[in-house]
């Protein structure tokens, strides 16, 4: 990754933080797993880059079973909060973690776009093997 990339990449994550309370953490992966990007304080970036990778093949896997088209997002939600992982083009994705106050649909309406981005972002510098 270089660095003229990073920098927008970044702004992202901090931007979709101030715009959604209850967000606690954002990341972008490739979808092999491998961080490229991430602002989560409190949380094992790698690996959770690595689970998110995973979250997005299992997605994959069930959209590509009821033939629905392609992955584009899953929720899930837990006693204490909620983790979202958007597809972000065909390279990456991104993933969102939350407190149990989020409210699910503005975080459907704010991270989209960034998602969408994140993408076009990404398509320009990242070609996984």
Known sequence: MDTETETPLLAELRELRLRV???????????????????????????????SAAQLGLGQQIVAALHSGEFRETVTAATNG?????????????????????????LHHEARPVAARIGQLMSAVYHPA
């Open 21 to 51: 309370p209850y967000v606690t953490g954002v990341l972008v992966a490739s979808v092999d797993g491998m961080l490229v990007a991430q602002d989560t304080p409190g949380i094992e970036p790698e690996v959770f880059a690595a689970m």
């Open 82 to 106: 909620y983790v979202a992982t958007f597809a972000a083009g065909q390279t990456a994705l991104l993933t969102v973690v939350a407190g149990p106050e989020l409210n699910v649909a503005r």
